[in-house]
């Protein structure tokens, strides 16, 4: 069975954020401070600050994802519009999570 043109591009810019988010984060690893503002749901103060390598939480989280939806996607090959929901909500996280990185670095440094 062909693939859907719209669900490979979902795909396509998943892995196009998870692999920004993971260089973004190797160019600016130099450059962050000790703590960055990581946990925005804790209360203000220091209990939001993460270390750096916390960071990977966001593009990691993204991947695990990315995998989940591709299993669901393998044996739920018939159903296209539940592939287009799940790769839809699948490329939305991915791109928020990476806005969130970006911010994120840029606030810190």
């Given amino acids: 069975m062909e693939e859907d043109k719209l669900v490979r591009f979902e795909k396509t810019a998943t892995l196009f954020f998870i ?3 993971f260089f973004l984060f190797a160019l600016f690893w ?3 401070p000790p703590q960055v503002p990581l946990f925005y749901s804790r209360p203000w103060g220091e209990e939001q600050l993460g270390k750096p390598l916390e960071l990977l939480i966001l593009p990691g989280t993204s991947f695990l994802f990315y995998l989940g939806a591709a299993l669901i996607c393998k044996f739920y090959s018939l159903e296209k519009l539940l592939l287009r929901i799940i790769n839809i909500g699948v ?3 991915s791109f928020l ?6 911010k994120i670095i840029t606030l810190a440094i």
């Fill in 19 to 21: 692999i920004t988010s």
């Fill in 30 to 32: 130099g450059k962050l």
């Fill in 91 to 93: 490329t939305l996280f």
């Fill in 97 to 102: 999570s990476f806005l969130t990185l970006l």
